[in-house]
């Protein structure tokens, strides 16, 4: 079955770094584009960025645009989110997940993604 465990979260001060992996087992890593979200407390969760299966293509929420980048490879069956220059309000439970449908590019909607990771915690102090 499809299995998605993130890693790389922890406490890091504003203005800092943090590099979050998800590496992915139970499917064809090769075929499914990927995506991250976060869940800030009290808050729905919200789309962070996208790839599409081959890594050709990314998307980005605005809030991220130029801090995170997103990446993939289909060899080790990985996707990471380098997050630079980091805020208060990037604080949240980051999530992994995959695509619904195979070959589809990088969406940015939770409703097309079937599988979820367990979360990892990124908190960032002012």
């Known amino acids: 079955q499809v299995q998605l465990v993130e890693s790389g979260g922890g406490l890091v001060q504003a203005g800092g770094s943090l590099r979050l992996s998800c590496a992915a087992s139970g499917y064809t890593f090769s075929k499914y584009g990927m995506g991250w979200f976060r869940q800030a407390p009290g808050k729905e969760r919200e789309f962070v960025a996208a790839i599409s299966w081959t890594g050709g293509t990314t998307n980005y929420a605005d809030s991220v645009k130029g801090r995170f980048t997103i990446s993939r490879d289909n060899a080790k069956r990985t996707v990471n989110l380098q997050m630079n220059s980091l805020k208060p309000e990037d604080t949240a439970v980051y999530y992994c997940?995959?695509?619904?449908?195979?070959?589809?590019?990088?969406?940015?909607?939770?409703?097309?993604?079937?599988?979820w990771g367990q979360g990892t915690q990124v908190t960032v102090s002012s």
């Open positions: 997940a995959r695509n619904l449908l195979m070959y589809r590019a990088d969406t940015p909607r939770s409703a097309d993604y079937g599988s």
